[in-house]
């Protein structure tokens, strides 16, 4: 196992479970303790976790796992959502695209749709992620426009007040939202209260919201909040989403789509 699979590997575990033992995530992914011990002790010092004797615990209550280590999160999950929201929006729309994993796989969706391969444009994409400009920008076909703003290492999204004169002076069809919390009372929710004003901006300029969101996302509450339910119009989901869960959301008027 290479060194960033295992830092992967490390960090997922450690958002789950909260604290992990030497000797156990040793024997679990069939490492040396040795080998464990240098991770948890680089790691540390990139301030992704805190060391403990015998091990290691979360950076604090509200630690976040930066996006290049979230990407095998229930990818699975993750495609056939995007998938799913890709084939809501229509050629020749602008689609303000968050950042996030889901937000990015998403793009990656559009970006392969045979009816989306040519067109003046094909699709106007507005982001404030680095990275979905990034994998987009070599499609001709596709207008991208990015905002201004300062970038979070942790998301890849540009944040902060620079993102405002773009946004205020730009009309969507529909905003794709990735959120790590959506819950019927509290709305959708972020880590981070900048990430999250900029989200926010988006959904208010566009004349219809999607959320992409897997199901572990549902009924959990965040800090950062971007917007109450009754902006968004569609949830897309997982097919793990419990029925009630799912009947609260619809009852609140959101129409949701499981795959």
């Known amino acids: 196992m290479s060194r960033d699979a295992r830092w992967k590997a490390l960090l997922e575990l450690l958002v789950e479970r909260g604290r992990l033992d030497v000797e156990e995530v040793a024997a679990e992914l069939r490492v040396s303790a040795a080998t464990i011990r240098r991770d948890f002790d680089q790691l540390a010092e990139q301030q992704?976790?805190?060391?403990?004797?015998?091990?290691?615990?979360?950076?604090?209550?509200?630690?976040?796992?930066?996006?290049?280590?979230?990407?095998?999160?229930?990818?699975?999950?993750?495609?056939?959502?995007?998938?799913?929201?890709?084939h809501l929006i229509a050629p020749g729309e602008a689609v303000g695209l968050t950042g996030g994993t889901t937000t990015t796989e998403v793009a990656r969706a559009l970006a392969v749709r045979g009816d989306l391969a040519t067109g003046s444009p094909a699709l106007t994409v507005?982001?404030?992620?680095?990275n979905i400009a990034n994998e987009l920008a070599v499609r001709?076909?596709?207008k991208i426009v990015v905002t201004g703003g300062v970038a979070?290492?942790?998301?890849?999204?540009?944040?902060?007040p620079l993102a405002d004169g773009v946004l205020d002076r730009i009309t969507l069809d529909v905003a794709v939202l990735g959120v790590v919390a959506l819950d019927v009372t509290h709305g959708a929710a972020a880590h981070d209260e900048a990430e999250a004003a900029i989200n926010r901006l988006l959904?208010?300029?566009?004349?219809?919201?999607?959320?992409?969101?897997?199901?572990?996302?549902?009924?959990?509450?965040?800090?950062?909040?971007?917007?109450?339910?009754?902006?968004?119009d569609t949830l897309v989901t997982?097919?793990?989403?419990?029925?009630?869960?799912?009947?609260?959301?619809?009852?609140?008027?959101?129409?949701v789509v499981t795959v």
């Open 126 to 130: 507005v982001t404030n992620a680095l």
């Open 140 to 142: 001709p076909q596709f």
């Open 203 to 232: 959904c208010e300029r566009a004349e219809r919201v999607v959320v992409a969101a897997d199901s572990s996302k549902l009924g959990q509450r965040a800090f950062a909040w971007i917007c109450g339910l009754e902006s968004v």
């Open 48 to 86: 992704m976790l805190v060391r403990t004797r015998g091990g290691a615990v979360v950076h604090g209550v509200s630690y976040e796992l930066p996006l290049r280590y979230k990407t095998a999160r229930r990818a699975s999950e993750k495609q056939r959502i995007a998938k799913a929201v890709a």
């Open 152 to 160: 979070r290492p942790q998301s890849y999204e540009l944040i902060g």
């Open 238 to 255: 997982d097919t793990a989403a419990g029925a009630d869960v799912v009947r609260r959301f619809e009852e609140a008027g959101v129409r």
